[in-house]
């Protein structure tokens, strides 16, 4: 049978940063709307709003996503992952870590997306090369780094043991 | 912001042309969402509802059989980019799957969204044609297959009517002793330029067939026969001095139109630098070197 969904009554059942969300959502609801309005997780930043800069990813059982061009019904049974989610308590990841080291972070505005893209590149490939980090950060724009040093850190996070969660 | 919609989400093929039967022109087919959501967005098109095909058995499946080889609608690019099956048997296509947009956009876009959306600016349908694609279409009244070349109408234009779906794309995988290169341009997000060129080479080091594909300078990607003939029974030391007139009989034939891209006129010319360069990789790759040549805001798979 089809699972017909009506624009006003979606159940929307996931996990949000390790913690179990059950929300009534419409069809038409963007993630990055469930994210920022309906869970107060402002970390995803719509931007460009045509998936082209990144600001808005998020790790969606695991792989990076642009919540801004993403239905939020589609997220049903996922762990989602925001960079809310990143630190434990007051202990950050060491993907945090690296950026303030490195110095990978101006005005912020990219910052969480670059490190959730990053988060997913690191658990896929431990231990990237530079080249593999710029191709997979192809799209999360940065207008102030010039990415050298977020490439930096995301390299450097690589090198260490304990980043290779 | 959207517009509300209706979801609905079948599971058969037969829920899902009820639904196009019910719906018609009131309905979106949607896979991936990559980019009929940015239309809704700007609300380029209004449509009640969405018919999420993703649920659809079989759609997604990887498959080969009597030499062929067999996408289906929802694979994503990501899919495309890490299957075994492919990375063996068109191992092109897969390279070209890594270079698709960005690594969001992968995860969630499909290989029958992209060729069914038939955005001029996309790597997939030039790549494909270089395979000899063929799309795999069904509706209530039965299945159908059409070559992608006949397939892509124009700019966002295809054959597939409206009570009918993409359900796969069909490959030709190249045979033993060939070798291939697809070169994509542009400083946007989507390619300004593609190329896609692959000769097979005879056991006494000619060559045998060759395929030559342009895409996005166009309403259209399209193969170009006339110039494949040209390349026939050429060794790749032959080749590589032929670069100049291949690309320049290239550059001779391709439709180019202005857009935000750029003119005519230098889709054109970029076509026959591209070609040129596709030319010099795929006669490198046929003497057995390396080809290791890099270009400002380019890609060499």
Not at chain 1, 4 to 28: D, F, I, K
Not at chain 2, 70 to 77: E, K, L, M, Y
């Amino acid at each position: 049978m089809s699972d017909t969904h009506t624009p006003s009554s979606c159940s929307l059942a996931c996990t949000v940063n390790g913690r179990a969300v059950a929300l009534e959502v419409p069809a038409h609801a963007l993630l990055i709307d469930v994210l920022r309005e309906r869970l107060d997780l402002k970390g995803a930043k719509r931007s460009c709003d045509m998936q082209v800069c990144g600001a808005c990813t998020v790790l969606v059982d695991g792989a990076p996503v642009s919540s801004c061009t993403y239905l939020a019904v589609e997220a049903e049974g996922a762990e989602i992952l925001t960079v809310e989610g990143l630190s434990h308590g007051d202990t950050l990841d060491p993907l945090q870590e690296a950026f303030i080291e490195h110095g990978a972070v101006q005005c912020g505005f990219c910052t969480s997306g670059m490190l959730m893209s990053a988060r997913a590149l690191l658990a896929e490939d431990p231990v990237p090369t530079r080249e593999r980090v710029a191709h997979h950060l192809r799209g999360n724009l940065c207008r102030c780094t010039g990415y050298s040093k977020v490439i930096d850190a995301i390299v450097a996070c690589g090198r260490r043991p304990e980043a290779r969660a | 912001m959207l517009r509300p919609f209706a979801l609905y989400r079948p599971t058969t093929l037969p829920e899902l042309g009820d639904l196009l039967a019910e719906h018609g022109g009131d309905a979106a087919i949607y896979a991936g969402g990559t980019e009929l959501l940015l239309l809704l967005k700007e609300g380029l098109i209004r449509v009640r509802c969405l018919i999420d095909v993703k649920r659809v058995a079989g759609l997604d499946a990887i498959a080969s059989d009597d030499g062929a080889v067999t996408i289906g609608a929802t694979v994503r690019h990501r899919a495309v980019e890490q299957s075994p099956l492919l990375l063996e048997r068109c191992p092109l296509l897969a390279g070209v799957a890594a270079h698709v947009a960005n690594v969001r956009v992968r995860h969630v876009g499909t290989v029958g969204g992209n060729l069914a959306f038939a955005d001029p600016h996309s790597d997939l349908a030039t790549i494909c044609l270089a395979f000899d694609a063929a799309m795999s279409l069904w509706s209530r009244g039965g299945e159908r297959q059409i070559p992608l070349a006949e397939f892509v109408l124009g700019a966002y234009e295809t054959a597939r009517r409206e009570d009918e779906i993409v359900t796969s794309v069909r490959l030709r995988p190249w045979p033993q002793r060939t070798v291939g290169a697809y070169l994509k341009f542009g400083v946007y997000e989507r390619p300004t330029l593609g190329v896609a060129l692959a000769v097979t080479m005879s056991p006494a080091g000619q060559v045998s067939e060759a395929r030559l594909a342009v895409g996005c300078v166009g309403p259209r990607p399209r193969r170009f026969t006339d110039v494949e003939r040209r390349a026939i029974g050429a060794t790749a030391a032959d080749l590589a001095d032929a670069a100049k007139p291949l690309a320049d009989a290239t550059a001779e034939a391709v439709d180019t139109v202005d857009d935000l891209h750029g003119s005519a006129d230098y889709k054109r010319e970029m076509t026959r630098v591209f070609v040129r360069r596709a030319v010099a990789a795929v006669a490198a790759r046929a003497a057995g070197r390396e080809f290791d040549e890099r270009y400002a805001h380019a890609v060499v798979v």
